[in-house]
C-alpha cells in the first residue's frame, strides 16, 4: 500500500558528500516521523537521523555536525544530505517512514530497501 525508494547513495572519496532522497507513494493520508538507518556489515542497524511532521530533528553522536535531514511533506520526501563523509560512514542507508494510510486509518511503520554508501579512496 505504502512504497518508499531511495536513491543518491553510491562511491565517494573521504571528505566528499553524497545526499540522499527517500520518496514515499500509495495511500497516504499523512506521515508523521521520518528518518534514515544504516545498516554495516557486522554491525547492528542504527538510527542516523529522524524528523518530525514539524521539522524537529534529531541525529546520531557520530553524524552530528555533519549530515542534516530535512523533509518536503508535500512531495512526502525526506533528504540526508552527508558532508565530510568518513569510511566508517560505509553502509546500506534505509529510510523509514511512520505513515497513516487513507481508507483504512491504520498507522503503520514503513521502510525502503536502501541504498548503498561507500566512502573510501
Known amino acids: 500500500q505504502v512504497q518508499l525508494v531511495e536513491s543518491g547513495g553510491g562511491l565517494v572519496q573521504p571528505g566528499g558528500s553524497l545526499r540522499l532522497s527517500c520518496a514515499a507513494s500509495?495511500?497516504?493520508?499523512?506521515?508523521?516521523?521520518m528518518g534514515w538507518y544504516r545498516q554495516a556489515p557486522g554491525k547492528q542497524r542504527e538510527l542516523v537521523a529522524s524528523?518530525?511532521?514539524?521539522?524537529?530533528?534529531n541525529y546520531a553522536d557520530s553524524v552530528k555536525g555533519r549530515f542534516t535531514i530535512s523533509r518536503n511533506n508535500v512531495k512526502n520526501t525526506v533528504y540526508l544530505q552527508m558532508n565530510s563523509l568518513k569510511p566508517e560512514d560505509t553502509a546500506v542507508y534505509l529510510c523509514?517512514?511512520?505513515?497513516?494510510?487513507?481508507?483504512?486509518?491504520?498507522?503503520?511503520?514503513?521502510r525502503g530497501q536502501g541504498t548503498q554508501v561507500t566512502v573510501s579512496s
Open positions: 524528523i518530525t511532521s514539524t521539522g524537529t530533528t
Open positions: 500509495g495511500r497516504i493520508f499523512s506521515i508523521n516521523d
Open positions: 523509514n517512514a511512520d505513515v497513516l494510510t487513507a481508507g483504512s486509518w491504520i498507522r503503520n511503520n514503513y
